[in-house]
């Protein structure tokens, strides 16, 4: 947990004050990630290297003068459906101009029924409710975000983290970041409905500035690893494709499903127990790709983390992590069948231009690549990978270049 961000709690607290019309308790900042290496590997028990990113999701949370927002409703009486209300203001607008606000009763939630971007908060309290058995009420939060979203950084992910963690400093939850981690993807699971791991979670929870986090997902076991940049002269770049992908509706749990299929088939409870000594035979041809792009991916991460913390022996350093990045982008490409023509050319046209290493990232089917750049190199990369887009007839990517920030925590 890091202290941050002096002007952004100050205006957070101000703009809560104008809307709410009362001080708010505390501010939160939950960031995006972008992960380095290791992707489709984390519901498969595998090994993922994230960063946390240097934008994030900012939260002030308040406690409704005159509501009963004591920790578990323990007035004699019910309290009146208002006094027990979440609202929600976000900085951000719908297509109208007007600022994203809605509000829901923790006891009266039921997946489904809540505006898409509500659902993220909304999963939050009810698993706080079922976890812990506090039940939110006379909350208001206000929310200001620089993750953009739709772009693959886990912006949905950062929100639902930066809900708990407020949440968990007003109520006294007393969790641990494995327990957080944990809370925030059956949020995730169960009531927004995706299927997802805990890559995301991990990375805007337990990160800490200025690394990247090797974590193991099966016992959630974490290092952290040096990732300096200045230091070598380098620049990470995302190219935001601008291609739509949601995770519950793409191939994702397809994936996922294929994958589970297939290490029951090969008689074990996850690919993690298994290596590439494994006789393959009782697949299908589907199977064995995606297989094989797990075992690759995991020993991609292990030798990822090797040059990273091997920096100053030879042959070991941050330049030399961009041929794993490609091999990664391919066997994404060809072996799991999760990109996109748009990632694969941006992809393509970054290597070109002279990028050190190029990968798409996230679930895949959109959202954007990394491309790991020198700093000189960066502006004639990223117009390489715009000319490119205009050539094929592509939406313009958006191109900016992102840098190990801290994990989350309290906004002085
Ligand atoms: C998405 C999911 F949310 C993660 O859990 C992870 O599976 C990733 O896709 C693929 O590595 O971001």
Sequence with gaps: MNATDTSVGQSLRAEFETIFGYQPLDCFRAPGRVNLIGEHTDYNDGFVLPIAIDR????????????????????????????????????????????????????DLVPGVLPAWLNHPAGVVDEIAKTTGTVVGGIDLYIESTV??????????????????????????????????????????????????????????????GHALFLDCRDLRARQIPFS?????????????????????????????????????????????LDETVDLGPLTEVQRKRVRHVFSENAR????????????????????????????????????????????????????????????????FGGSAIALVDTENVEMIAEAVVAEFSDRGFRAPDIFAVGPGPGAGRVD
Excluded: W
């Design 301 to 364: 991460v292990t030798s990822t983390v090797e040059l990273l913390e091997g920096e100053g022996r030879e042959g070991c350093s941050i330049r030399g992590i961009g041929e794993l990045l490609l091999a990664s982008h391919d066997s994404l490409a060809h072996d799991y069948e999760v990109s996109c023509v748009e990632l694969d050319a941006a992809v393509s046209a970054a290597m070109s231009a002279g990028a050190l290493g190029a990968r798409m990232i996230g679930g895949g």
């Design 56 to 107: 994030a999701v900012h939260v002030a949370i308040g406690r409704r003068p005159g509501s009963r927002a004591d920790a578990n409703g323990s007035g004699t009486a019910a309290p009146p459906a208002q006094e027990k209300s979440i609202r929600i203001v976000s900085d951000h607008r719908d297509d109208r101009g007007q600022r994203l606000a809605g509000q829901f009763i923790a006891e």
């Design 148 to 209: 953009p979203v739709g772009a693959g950084l886990s912006s949905s992910h950062a929100l639902e983290v930066a809900v708990l963690i407020a949440l968990d400093a007003v109520y006294g939850l007393d969790l641990d970041d494995r327990e957080k981690v944990l809370l925030t993807q059956r949020a995730e699971n169960n009531f927004v409905g995706a299927p997802t791991g805990i890559v995301d979670q991990a990375a805007s929870i337990m990160t800490e500035a």
């Design 229 to 273: 940049l200045d230091a070598e002269g380098l620049r990470l770049l995302v190219i935001d494709t601008r291609v739509s992908h949601s995770h519950s509706e793409s191939g994702y749990g397809d994936r996922r499903r294929t994958c589970e299929e297939a290490a029951g088939l090969l008689g074990a409870q996850s690919l993690r127990e």
